[in-house]
Structures are given as structure tokens and as C-alpha cells.
DNA sequence: AAATTGTTCGAAAACGTTTTCGACGCTATA
DNA sequence: TATAGCGTCGAAAACGTTTTCGAACAATTT
């Protein structure tokens, strides 16, 4: 026989003063505690989930919605396990855990999410890969589960933390408008990712603020990879006139996009600039070393879980002033792939 | 009103009925069963999770335990989301649910797994990163949960699935004598990690086999990063007299490496021979590009999951002949880091 | 017509835990 | 002495589900 009825036997108690000795109830005397303790530790008794879980109505445990093709295609570097462990330094404060849940490739999103849901796996969700106008926010918001997204669903407001695309956007095109260039492409993702609105939204800020028109021809839309890389690179060399440089929304297609280069005797930084939006072991090893944007990405999980748990009922007291919507500030890593233009071509503006 | 009850009063039928209808029993009628899942649909109703697990004294929920500083460590392109993938293929049809257990960095992967058991969380496990004589193999062996690791755990058997470390060792070093090395490195995982045992057992033998006699320093030991490929090229480079070629027993580092032998003047591939054992993106991207060896890690997962599910009584009927032990053939990924020696040093072999 | 079998459903128990509420003994107060 | 209060513990209910077992009825056989 197993379980809290066994120990209480075994101390010669009764189930609900064990039960309320290893909760830290405060009607058990210390004496009673400390044996329990003993007791539990001995037989190394952990109260079994699923009876806590049925009885509290609360599982203590809140879901990491991951997307296994999307993260195989976004991560280069196990940017979700590096984010994981940000937010676990959160939880187990407050003696949450945290699962991952992998979403197949084959299986649609917001169905998977409906279920998890539905079943009661978790107390909360942290979801990431968040689409434009993601039908899983109004899922969560309808289900009344706590939520925080990496990565904000458009105009809807909700609970979200994400990297400041707008503001790398902006900033790569003010980088490279300093060096001279003035026909910059930018590499925008493939499907709907909300991170595409944003970083086109900086894009075109920028250009208007040095008085560059938005080129539509200039906004190429890539596929997460080393093949959509390649791609872009034969795309971006039958523009006419050809941009000097290119900015990507995200890293992974850069080695692609050198190999291009290089096969038809383009030097990548040298004849077309390049920036990339994450630092990542992409970008710190391609030759010439691309620059691009920084974050800490165990503190991006630390915002995430502050976050979330200040919009749970019994954990926001202790997160008084958290806020719902963060923007996570990059730093720039100076690289060597947007040296300054040789034979600038001066804009209007300069 | 929520759960089975109230589903159970809308279609004016018991709890029981209900169940039975939704759970496939064979004593419900055909139309009886239509109307309960029409309403199930139509309500939105999915059986809570604890409720469920708590009186079947089962989860159906099967997790994978990884290391989240294992991870960013070992991880150059989600290798583990591709694992999942996989498993998740085999797992669907049996209606198992995969959970990623992440266990932070700061945690002991052995008590953490202890909980996870003690808990009843899950089922069964899958656990990766399998060290030497791993504590948690006996952890679970003794609570009589199924398991399956990716890597074995040195001699002691258990079901373990695993890539051919052994084999792309000794292919690795025929590969290179037949080029005209004879003075070959090879590096090892810094951790306990047993795929360090198994590369270097392969190693060994593939000397012996060509005769040449094996140099303990020329077995380095290698931080899983970045950094460490630095320094391993920095200790190779000092060895009297310099090898002629490296292999890796894991990818990472490649680009540290590369770096190293860059900033002495020396031509990686050319000057040092560099073979890794697995293609990656880091392998895609350096140039020269690196010999490497690779394999579907969907596949990888696949047999993971069948492995895993003939050792669970419940579902060892699906699965009567698959092996308990199973090595994972890699193939060649021919680069350009290990061309023939200009001026082989022939060994007494040839 | 009676007995047997088969089909379909419901009542109630069980899973392991927490929590409410009352019981009990003791001390301090009136 | 009687009463109130306090500290400590236990009995029992409750969480949502599945499953066992028997009831009710219809169909078939004797």
C-alpha cells in the first residue's frame, strides 16, 4: 500500500494531520510536524499528483506551448530551452513547475492548445510562435487561463513579452543609412508571424524618417532555413538596381544566403551588407561575422514568468507592478558583415 | 457546472452511460453513443486530466526529461525537438501524450527525476544526456517505471537507443588514415557523458586496427561551446609533433576551433584535417565545411518511441520484436575538412 | 408459458489527496 | 465550580472520472 494513508499508519496518525504537517498547516504541533517530516522523508513520500491536483483544483504546473517544426526551423541555438530556464528561476519560488508541450508538426496548433486546455494539464500557459491575430488568444482568453505570450497577436491586448523587433528593425536601417546605403532589402518571414508585422513596421519607419521610399521589391519574404537563405541571396542579385544590403528578420537563413553570395563571387558584408535580428551561433560563425542584435535569454524567461504569475490570482501579490506588455531592449553585436560603402550613394537627405 | 455530471443531465443519462460512450465500451448503443459524443462535441467537453489519471492510475502521458544547460549546450540546430517529433509520430496512435520535462540548470537531474517519478506525473520516461553509470537509471529501474534512454549508460542493461558513436569513431579514423594521417586527435565531452566512453573505445580500436599506437595526449578533453573549440585548438596546436587531424565527438565546438587556427595562420581542413560527428548547421555553415556524420532525427525519435512502448505492458502487444538496445547507423556527410594529405608520413601498414 | 440469454443502462464504489468542521483535553478566567 | 478559550488532532466529505455489478427489459429458446 502506498500514498499519505500508508505514512499516517506507519506514524500512527491520521491522514489529514499528515496531510496538514507537510502542507505547513498551523493547527499541528512541532513536535507531530518534525516526525511527519522524518516519516515522509524516509519513505520517500510525495503526494501523488493527480489525487492534489483533483482535490485543490489546481495542478500547479504551467505549460510551455512549443511548436516542434517551428522551433526546429527557428532555433539555432536552443533559444526555448536557454528561455526555459529564465522562467523556472521564477517558478520555483513559488513551487510551480514548468512542462514543455511540443506541439507536432502534423497537428494544428490551436486544436492542441484546446485540448491541453480542455484537460485541465495546467494552471497557465506561456505560448510562443504567435501568429498574427493568433486564434489561441481568444482560445485562452474564453477558457479563462491564465496566459502570457512570447510574442504579442497584433493590436489584441493581452499579457506579452518579446524582443523589440520594431526597434532592431529601425536601428539596422539607421546603421546602415549612416554607411551609405540607401536600396536596403529586408527579410521578412513566410508565414504569418506577428514578429513580421512588427519588423516591416520599423522598416518603413525608418526608411520615411531618411526619406527613403518603401520599396515593395525590397521586402522579401523567406523561408526559415538555409534553403529559404539561398533563395533570398538569388532573389536579392536579380533586383535592378541591386540593394547593397540586407537585413533579416531572423538568422537562420544567413548561411544560405552567404552560400548564394558566394557562388556567384558576391562577398557577403563587402558588396551587399548584411544584419541579422538574434546573435546566435549562426551569426558568430559565418565568415564575415554578421552583425546583429543581443539579448540575455534567460532574463527574456524571467520577464515571461514574472509576467504571467502577475496576472495569477494567488501568485500577483507578489508581482505588484509587473507589467502586462514588455518590449525586451537588444543590444547591437558589431560584426563585420556592414562595413561602411565604398562608393556611397548619397541620399537626399545628407 | 462543469465535468461529465453535467453533460451526463444535458443528454438526461448517467455519468456512467456517458463514460462508457465516450471511453468506446462495448455495452452502450450505437445511437445512444452517437448522441453523447455530438454532445461532448458540441459542449466542448474533454475528461479532466487528474480525475482521469487518478482513477485509472494511469496518465497516458509519457515524459522526456532533458537538461536545459545540457541542452543549450548540446543543441546546435533543436535537436530534441526533432526527437520529439518523432516519438510523438509513434505515440499518437496509441493516444500517449509527450511532455518535455526540462530540469533547470541550477537543479540535480536526479532528484528532479525522483519527483517527477514520485509524483506519478507520467508513465514512463525517456531521459537523454545518460552519463557513465547514470544514478538515474537505478532510480528507475528500482520504482518500476518503463524508461528508454537516448544513450546507454555504459554496461549495465537497459532499454537504450543511441547513435553510433562507437562506429563514426572508427570510420572517422579509417577514413583519415587512408588520407595519409597518421597522427590523428580526437575530442571528448569534458562531462562523464557515456557517449565520451563509446567515441573513445571506437577510436582506439580503429588505431589499433592501422597500427598506430594510441598517444594519450591527443585525446583532449572539450568544454561543449564555442570557447572550448578555442582552446582545443589552442592545445592542439602546441603538441609536439602537431597532429595532422582532429575529430570531434561533437559538433559545437567546430566553430571555436576554426577560430583558433585561424587567428594562427593555420588553414582549417588544410593544415588540420577535422572531421565531427554530426551534421549540424554549425557543420553546414563553416567553410571549408566539415566532414560530419548525420542521421533523421525523426527517426531517431521514432525508434525511441517504439523501444519505449514494448517495455510498457499495456502496449508491448503493438511492438513484439523491437529491440531493447538499439544502435543508430550514421552516414557520411562528406565536406571539404579532410582532404588527402599532401605529404603523407606513411605508416608501417602500407 | 416459463426459462434462458442478450442488450443496454444506472447506482455506487474507488482512486489519493486536501479541507472543513467538530471533538477532545487542557489552561485560564469569571 | 462552571465557562470560555486555545491548541491539537481525526472523521468524513469532496474533487471528476472510470468500472464493477446488478437491474430492467426484450428476444429467444425450451
Redesign the interface.
Known amino acids: 500500500m502506498k500514498g499519505i494513508r500508508a505514512l499516517a499508519r506507519h506514524l500512527d496518525l491520521s491522514m489529514s494531520t499528515v496531510s496538514k504537517a507537510l502542507n505547513g498547516r498551523f493547527d499541528i504541533n512541532a513536535d507531530t510536524r518534525e516526525r511527519v517530516l522524518k516519516g515522509a522523508a524516509k519513505l520517500?513520500?510525495?503526494?501523488?499528483?493527480?489525487?492534489r491536483?483533483?482535490r485543490q483544483g489546481t495542478?500547479r504546473t504551467v505549460g510551455f506551448m512549443?511548436e516542434?517544426?517551428q522551433?526546429?526551423s527557428t532555433?539555432?541555438?536552443?533559444f526555448?530551452?536557454?528561455v526555459?530556464?529564465g522562467v523556472?528561476?521564477v517558478f520555483?519560488r513559488h513551487r510551480l513547475d514548468?512542462?514543455?508541450?511540443?506541439c507536432?508538426?502534423?497537428e494544428d496548433p490551436a486544436e492542441y492548445l484546446?485540448?491541453i486546455v480542455?484537460?485541465?494539464?495546467v494552471d497557465a500557459l506561456i505560448i510562443s510562435a504567435t501568429r498574427h491575430n493568433d486564434p489561441r488568444i481568444a482560445l485562452l482568453e474564453n477558457a479563462k487561463v491564465p496566459f502570457v505570450t512570447l510574442g504579442r497577436s497584433g493590436d489584441v491586448t493581452h499579457p506579452w513579452v518579446e524582443m523589440d523587433f520594431e526597434g532592431v528593425a529601425k536601428l539596422s536601417v539607421d546603421r546602415l543609412v549612416e554607411r551609405g546605403h540607401q536600396r536596403i532589402a529586408v527579410s521578412l518571414p513566410e508565414t504569418d508571424l506577428n514578429l513580421g508585422h512588427l519588423f516591416l513596421k520599423g522598416y518603413k519607419k525608418a526608411l520615411k524618417s531618411h526619406g527613403i521610399p518603401f520599396a515593395s521589391e525590397l521586402a522579401v519574404r523567406t523561408k526559415s532555413s538555409?534553403a529559404g537563405g539561398y533563395e533570398l541571396g538569388s532573389t536579392l542579385l536579380k533586383l535592378r538596381p541591386r540593394p547593397t544590403a540586407v537585413i533579416l528578420s531572423y538568422e537562420?537563413p544567413a548561411?544560405g544566403l552567404?552560400r548564394a553570395l558566394n557562388d556567384t563571387g558576391i562577398i557577403p558584408g563587402q558588396d551587399l551588407g548584411v544584419i541579422a535580428f538574434r546573435e546566435s551561433?549562426?551569426t558568430?560563425?559565418?565568415?564575415p561575422r554578421i552583425t546583429s542584435f543581443a539579448t540575455s535569454l534567460r532574463d527574456l524567461g524571467i520577464a515571461l514568468g514574472e509576467t504571467l504569475l502577475s496576472t495569477m490570482p494567488d501568485f500577483r501579490d507578489a508581482y505588484p507592478h509587473a507589467a502586462l506588455q514588455r518590449i525586451f531592449p537588444m543590444e547591437l553585436v558589431a560584426g563585420d558583415s556592414d562595413p561602411p560603402l565604398v562608393n556611397p550613394v548619397r541620399g537626399s537627405d545628407t
Not at 480542455?118 to 494539464?121: C, D, E, H, K, S
Not at 558568430?284 to 565568415?287: D, S
Open positions: 520517500g513520500y510525495v503526494a501523488n499528483q493527480s489525487g491536483a483533483l495542478t512549443i516542434s517544426n522551433a526546429s532555433d539555432s541555438d536552443n526555448f530551452m536557454a526555459c530556464d523556472q528561476n520555483r514548468l512542462i514543455v508541450l511540443p507536432a508538426s502534423d484546446g485540448r480542455a484537460r485541465g494539464l538555409e537562420l548561411g552567404y551561433l549562426i558568430q560563425h559565418l565568415v
